[in-house]
């Protein structure tokens, strides 16, 4: 019996990792999420999609460029963690105009299941904005990003 109840073990935790529960959903073939490494993924969704909604991450602080703030935006890296302090499941990047490649590359030192709180606050090099999401710790991250198209025309210095 020890030994089937190990197999068992083995085979629900294997199910567990490649289902669809969690923290966000896994959809083959999501063009949205990037595959970095075996441990390192993200979604890269822009702040026009409902995707990010849907994921619960509403109250994400995100800024839209426009002429009323001189084409300054906030772009924001959501990183849900589990109750280890680990990340749990893989960061949204939203982003308001492009997402920057920098912050992309960036994302490949938060690995699922390993990275802690304090090495993702170091990594990322800003301070989170935390909040409590489905049971998760969730940080986001804010980056300001300008969009020259979005400035007041009428602001001459």
Partial sequence: MNKLQCFLAVIALGLLEHSQ???LPRLP???DYVQLSPRCSLYVISVDSS???RFGLVGAPLVKPSMFNQGEGVDVL???FDRTG???FAPVYIYTVLPEQYRIQTTRGLLQGYTSKAEAERLIGSTPVKRQIRGYDV???EFR???PFEENPFDRH
Wanted: proline share 10%; net charge positive.
């Fill in 21 to 23: 529960a969690g923290f």
């Fill in 29 to 31: 073939n999501d063009p």
């Fill in 51 to 53: 995707k990010w909604h």
């Fill in 78 to 80: 959501a990183v849900p």
């Fill in 86 to 88: 680990r990340v749990a």
């Fill in 139 to 141: 940080w986001f991250f």
């Fill in 145 to 147: 990003v300008r969009n």
